[in-house]
């Protein structure tokens, strides 16, 4: 699933453009329809030739709206760069050029929109080669440049394959099992409530999650979700994505938070960064500067320190921390851009090198340069964390070997990822990489273990009388090796998330209660036992008396002890029976089948099915017709 932004100057067909390949127009304000000029992002889709469906976020052309242009394109993963033909390069188009280079948007096309309003083509060939010049040096330097209209709707086929081809060859988005959804939209829909929309990134959302508003730290649950206006269970990273949420009223959310699953993300109101200034910038940036931030779809104002230098001059790049006035979201990688405030103007951008740095650093800190320095080529410790999120749980060694880390680094990579809780160990020391101990990234634990609750919690609600879920019946359900079956649950235990036995597991606090018609039963039963405790009734019969369920939760709860497919004692009888027949044999040695029945006063049916029992169950063992205590 792919999202594609429009970008250019105002005026010169985005909106227009984006109508004529999806049959959407973008401007759903009736202020944009009335002026005839996009103030805000605007949305839309289509499906390719090679039928992937793809989103659209139109984005404002004119100055004054550039902010709002900044909300919409930095989660793209290609870009339709609009020029006018009988116009050319104008004030945004630089501008918006300069922005896709700092948010390194490397899949592009120029299209050279309006050319049916030019009747001499070389004019075009000159507006061509004036773009080229532009474009040097910048992301979209070999971007194709497509000639069309979309009045006449010429060269709009040649478009979308170009569009195909290019977004064929971008990079797909990573899934990394941690959801991000930078809301750029909210609205209420009647019946429905509350939706936001955004471009998902990081991870996938599920209908019934439960999620968190950042940095609002609001809860609520997914009520449904819609990609291009057609309901999905599951959206995927890199689709445009509705979000209807319970929970929670339209006023509590603004643009700029972002949706996601709880405790996967913290804010952040101080960033360390590296930072490109623009060439063109009217003045040299310095220490303290008042700047805006946007990153996502957010934006707030933030406070330059100016790290290693006194001054950064046009052109020049280096390290900043942002002290931010208000909190963000936001991970090492990511994009933003930094606009002085007034006079409004972009000043260049970068990416985040430490989105949780852990205070002010000294300015001119030698060890603190080099540590963003070596940041910024990629932490060992993400690219272990990655490796893990790759191959699921799996073992130390094996993940080192899948990223490649040097030894040294990568313990130290796995300690830091330990200490930080990103890191769960089901078996041997995370701190070692010389064994197979299994490990397994914190997020896929969280999930996990959210799983194995949720199919627990399921089975409860189905069978209210049983004691748990049968140990087997969960294994199979959840797909798991028997070794990593045993660790998740023995983790999960020791934690108290669930309890265990033998051959069940439940959640912690179930009481199996038996309603009072059932006690009932339960009680009539009970009462044939004690009317024949050595001849009791058979299994079939005291499943015809209670019914199959409040049998077995009876035999669960050791009230009754089976010990053949047809005989069933009260478990005081059957203990009972075990010590006469101890008794006996230390006084005799031995004993026949014939005595033990003389002994309990019972038939050959039931103690040769206990007799058995007492065999398997290593109490006696059978020497020809006697029966001796094992040893």
């Not at 949420?245 to 603004?254: A, K, R």
């Not at 990489?433 to 896929?444: F, R, S």
Request: some cysteine; proline content about 5%.
């Amino acid at each position: 699933m792919r999202v594609i932004g429009t970008s250019g100057h105002v005026d010169h067909g985005k909106s227009t453009l984006v109508a004529a390949l999806t049959g959407t127009h973008p401007d759903r304000l009736k202020e944009e329809q009335e002026r005839e000029m996009t103030i805000d992002l605007g949305f839309a889709w289509l499906t390719l030739p090679d039928g992937e469906e793809i989103g659209i976020v139109d984005v404002p052309g004119h100055r004054d709206f550039i902010e709002n242009m900044l909300a919409g394109v930095g989660g793209i993963d290609a870009v339709l760069l609009v020029i006018a033909a009988d116009e050319g390069i104008m004030p945004q188009t630089r501008e918006h050029l300069a922005i896709l280079d700092l948010l390194q948007i490397r899949a592009g096309i120029v299209v050279l929109n309006k050319i049916d309003l030019v009747d001499d083509p070389k004019w075009l060939d000159l507006v061509e080669a004036d773009i080229r010049k532009v474009l040097d040096d910048t992301v979209l330097q070999d971007a194709p440049i497509l000639r069309v209209s979309s009045v006449t709707r010429a060269g709009l086929p040649e478009l979308l394959q170009t569009l195909c081809r290019i977004l064929q060859n971008a990079p797909a988005r990573t899934d990394l099992s941690r959801p991000r959804l930078p809301v750029d939209r909210v609205f209420s829909i009647a019946g429905f409530g509350t939706v936001v929309t955004g471009t998902l990134s990081d991870g996938s959302l599920t209908t019934g999650d439960e999620v968190e508003i950042l940095p609002s730290r609001l809860h609520g649950r997914i009520r449904g979700l819609q990609t291009h206006k057609k309901k999905e269970e599951a959206a995927v990273p890199g689709s445009r994505t509705a979000v209807n949420i319970s929970g929670l009223n339209v006023g509590q959310i603004q643009r700029g938070e972002v949706v996601t699953l709880p405790g996967q993300y913290q804010t952040t109101q101080r960033l360390d960064i590296h930072f490109r200034l623009l060439p063109n910038v009217s003045a040299s940036l310095r220490h303290h500067t008042e700047v805006k931030l946007f990153i996502g779809t957010s934006e707030t104002i933030a406070d330059v320190r100016l790290l290693g230098a006194e001054i950064l001059n046009p052109g020049e790049t280096g390290w900043l921390q942002l002290d931010l006035r208000t909190p963000v979201v936001a991970v090492r990688g990511d994009r933003y851009i930094l606009r002085r405030p007034s006079p409004g103007e972009t000043l260049g951008g970068g990416t985040v090198v430490d989105s949780q740095p852990k205070g002010r650093h000294k300015r001119f800190d030698e060890e603190v340069l080099k540590r963003l320095e070596s940041m910024a080529q990629g932490s060992p410790a993400e690219v272990l964390l990655h490796a893990f999120l790759a191959l699921g749980p799996a073992t130390i060694i094996d993940a080192i070997v899948h990223s490649r880390l040097e030894d040294k680094i990568a313990t130290a990579a796995l300690e830091e990822l330990t200490k930080s809780g990103q890191m769960v160990r089901l078996e041997g020391s995370p701190l070692t990489h010389d064994e197979n101990g299994l490990v397994m990234a914190a997020t896929q634990w969280l999930a996990l273990k959210d799983s194995i609750l949720t199919i627990l919690d399921a089975y409860h609600q189905t069978y209210p009388i049983r004691r748990g879920m049968p140990r087997e019946e969960l294994k199979s359900k959840l797909k798991l090796t028997p070794r990593l079956f045993n660790l998740v649950l023995s983790k999960m235990a020791a934690e108290g998330v669930v309890g265990e036995g033998s051959k069940w597991v439940a959640i912690p606090g179930h009481i199996v209660r038996f309603s009072p018609f059932q006690q009932v039963k339960v009680d009539k039963l009970m009462e044939k036992f004690a009317a024949a405790a050595y001849a009791p009734p058979s299994v079939k019969e005291c499943q015809a008396e209670v019914g199959e369920d409040l049998f077995s939760a009876l035999e669960e709860f050791g009230d009754l002890v089976t010990v053949s497919e047809e005989v069933v004692f009260r478990k005081a009888d059957y203990e009972t029976m075990v010590e006469k027949i101890r008794q006996a044999i230390n006084q005799k040695g031995k004993i026949t089948l014939a005595e033990v029945r003389d002994l309990l006063k019972s038939s050959r049916k039931y103690v040769q099915a206990l007799l058995e029992y007492l065999d398997a169950a290593g109490v006696t063992v059978r020497d020809g017709d006697f029966r001796k205590l094992k040893q």
